[in-house]
């Protein structure tokens, strides 16, 4: 059995599975790129050094981690096609996507009521010289859409690229908090996190793996931070004048002070705005 006909499969009969599945490949993908990131560290400075052998190591090393990624991404390509054809094939059932030439004669469906089988396709009017073909319509009870469910909404994990990407909310532990900007995510994780544990979030001005190695991201001085810090609980301060992907380590890092799990913490992009609106998500205060 193929990857496609295995992902089908898993994606009709397990569906809650398959995400669990492609959840993992990607995040995977993530860890396999940031060690990418850490041994080209190594090319840099085996660079400077003029260092060839152990240069051409740790490139061969890079080269050989890019192979593997592709791999991943051919699956992930193999998921999202799996997904798209299930879609299009219940689309069809549901009498989105027939042609005018695939009517089903009465005979037939008389035949399948008798054997007990649903109808394949919705009821549709008879051909006859006072209904042109041209004039058919097809004859279907209105689709009433589903209520939303969180777990049918997608989401992206802390080992995902965020450039050119806009939030609009994350989940922690079983919260889902509205944000417009990755600067109100910070925000927001550190004002639960400082709620949740405030001894352990007091502790981390003093922690230098929690910080840069030439500036705080966490202080209890203003004179450490720049103009766009934020005060968290009235007692400390998180610096915001970083990015997207520097934002997301920092949270990374901070889930896993308190030892939470990373990969339960979700980020929902803008596209999905509405979606989480559905959900009745309380929204952040501009930060």
């Not at 060690?35 to 080269?63: C, M, P, S, T």
């Not at 549901?94 to 004669?105: D, F």
């Not at 109100?184 to 004002?191: D, G, P, R």
Request: with cysteine.
């Amino acid at each position: 059995m193929g990857c496609d006909m295995l992902f089908k499969q898993v994606i009709t009969d397990v569906p809650e599975k398959a995400l669990h599945i492609v959840e993992h490949i990607k995040l995977l993908k993530g860890s396999l790129g940031e060690a990418q990131e850490a041994f080209w560290a190594y090319v840099d400075r085996y660079r400077k050094e003029k260092d060839f052998q152990k240069l051409r190591y740790y490139i061969g090393i890079n080269e050989e981690i890019e192979e593997y990624i592709k791999v991943i991404d051919g699956l992930l390509k193999i998921y999202n096609n799996s997904i798209s054809n299930q879609e299009e094939d219940a689309d069809v059932l549901n009498g989105e996507g027939i042609q005018r030439s695939e009517y089903v004669s009465d005979a037939n469906n008389k035949a399948n009521t008798e054997n007990g089988l649903s109808k394949p396709y919705p009821v549709i009017q008879k051909i006859s010289p006072n209904n042109p073909l041209k004039d058919l319509s097809l004859i279907s009870p209105k689709r009433i859409p589903d209520p939303v469910k969180e777990e049918e909404i997608e989401s992206h994990s802390l080992y995902e690229n965020y450039l050119h990407k806009k939030p609009c909310a994350f989940k922690i532990e079983e919260n889902i908090i509205r944000v417009d900007t990755w600067q109100q995510m910070l925000v927001k994780t550190c004002e639960y996190l400082f709620e949740k544990d405030e001894k352990l979030f007091l502790t981390l001005e003093h922690k230098p793996h929690m910080n840069g190695a030439t500036k705080k991201y966490f202080s209890s001085n203003p004179d450490d931070m720049t103009k766009r810090a934020k005060l968290i609980g009235g007692k400390m301060y998180v610096e915001l004048n970083q990015g997207a992907n520097l934002i997301r380590n920092l949270v990374k890092k901070l889930l896993k002070e308190y030892g939470m799990s990373v990969v339960d913490y979700r980020v929902y992009y803008s596209d999905v705005s509405p979606l989480i609106d559905a959900l009745k998500v309380g929204s952040a205060q501009e930060s």
